[in-house]
């Protein structure tokens, strides 16, 4: 009975061994906590999605799904973004704006758009918008995550920064471009 349960455990071992070994070949398991810098306005790789960010920018007010404008307490953050991967199909499953203070805010769900499944070679662009308060624009970071940020420690993410002038709100309403896919080399 011993024998087979010590049997049992160590094949049980070797199994878990594989399965992290796995994990680790295909990128799933990051060594280092650093994030990969993301810069705008140029491809930037954060496993397995290649991210380009074209723009952001604070606006007073967007235009919902029905026409209705979409007003806050605070200020609309618009993204300009596209992305792809070159492996597989893959979620980018959170995009978080930081402020100066460590706030976090996310991608809003009131916002007509929101992040889209990442293909292999067919580069999408659209916009998203983030909620967050006026006092929050200024020096930020956006963090981009692949998959769940929760599921693998430490995570791999982008980071990238950005200035939000404060005296530049665009005073809107503005309507989000939807995604689109792109010909062939464009972003």
Known sequence: MRRALLTALL??????????????????????????TVEF?????????TVHLHEARP?????????ETLATSGLWVVLDLSYATDERE??????????????QFEVSGRAPTGLWLAEPDLWQRGE??????????????LEIYVESR????????????VYLDPGDVEPGPV?????????????
């Open 128 to 141: 998203v918008a983030f909620e967050v308060p006026a006092d929050a624009l200024g020096e930020m970071a």
């Open 11 to 36: 094949a049980l071992a070797v199994v878990a061994a594989g399965m992290v070994v796995n994990a680790w070949e295909e990128g799933r398991v990051s060594t280092a906590q650093i994030p990969t």
């Open 175 to 187: 309507e989000l471009a939807r995604r689109e896919l792109l010909p062939g080399g464009r972003r």
């Open 150 to 161: 929760w599921l693998y420690a430490p995570v791999r993410f982008g980071r990238a920064q």
């Open 90 to 103: 893959v979620f980018v499953s959170s995009m978080v704006l930081v402020d100066d203070q460590g706030r």
């Open 41 to 49: 306005g140029q491809d930037s790789r954060v496993h397995p999605v």
């Open 59 to 67: 606006v007073a007010a967007l235009t919902g799904s029905g026409g």
